[in-house]
T-cell receptor, first 116, second 113 residues
Framework: GAGVSQSPSNKVTEKGKDVELRCDPISGHTALYWYRQSLGQGLEFLIY????????KSGLPSDRFSAERTGGSVSTLTIQRTQQEDSAVYLC??????????????FGDGTRLSIL | EDQVTQSPEALRLQEGESSSLNCSYTVSGLRGLFWYRQDPGKGPEFLFT???AGEEKEKERLKATLTKKESFLHITAPKPEDSATYLC??????????????FGQGTTLQVKP
């Protein structure tokens, strides 16, 4: 079956520009996560969506970062006024939600963002 | 603070040489411990979930075990295609924990023929 799909796979942009990254989760998965993977930093959590609940934005590094999830499916991560330190691979994951949690998250192949 | 530490950072093995990767964790309450494999240029691929101390899971040449403080990923008679970065992550309990994963830095495994 189809996995998590992310686009674009690569994005190169100039400092100060805005970028939008897209994530299409696995059909039927109600939980959606964004993570960032930087060299030497490992994967760090950014934001979480679950159904109609308020998103958990606790991992967003600054107010230049925002995300939305429309219709409980596709999500868009937006970075405004990009800075060089935003260069990283942005990964999206989705999962089922079970009682008590602990459901595995399934990842897309990410968007590699490079800020010149 | 919830934390995950993996060791070693890098591991080189000869084909057929068995070894173990370590994942030490500190978490307020464990909801689950996850192992992933990541190939260059790809997203993490789910391998195992462990929920409680004493639990073990196996898949082909891989076996994951869990204690109250650490998890091991045992690789038996590895092949070159097992070369990848192996990531460990924990999910914590509590109302403030919405299911986000806390990752270790990973162990990069190279298996030479």
């Amino acid at each position: 079956g189809a996995g998590v799909s992310q686009s674009p796979s690569n994005k190169v942009t100039e400092k100060g520009k805005d970028v939008e990254l897209r994530c299409d989760p696995i059909s039927g998965h109600t939980a959606l996560y964004w993570y960032r993977q930087s060299l030497g930093q490992g994967l760090e959590f950014l934001i979480y969506f679950q159904g109609n609940s308020a998103p958990d934005k606790s991992g967003l590094p600054s107010d230049r970062f925002s995300a939305e999830r429309t219709g409980g499916s596709v999500s868009t991560l937006t970075i405004q006024r990009t800075q060089q330190e935003d260069s990283a691979v942005y990964l999206c994951a989705s999962s089922l939600v079970g009682q008590g949690g602990g459901q595995p998250q399934h990842f897309g192949d990410g968007t590699r963002l490079s800020i010149l | 603070e919830d934390q995950v530490t993996q060791s070693p950072e890098a591991l080189r093995l000869q084909e057929g040489e068995s070894s173990s990767l370590n994942c030490s964790y500190t978490v307020s309450g464990l909801r689950g411990l996850f192992w992933y494999r990541q190939d260059p240029g790809k997203g993490p691929e789910f391998l195992f979930t462990l929920y409680s101390a004493g639990e073990e899971k196996e898949k082909e040449r891989l076996k994951a075990t869990l204690t109250k403080k650490e998890s091991f990923l045992h690789i038996t008679a590895p092949k070159p295609e097992d070369s990848a970065t192996y990531l460990c992550a924990v999910q914590a309990r509590g109302s403030s924990n919405t299911g986000k994963l806390i990752f270790g830095q990973g162990t990069t495994l190279q298996v030479k023929p």
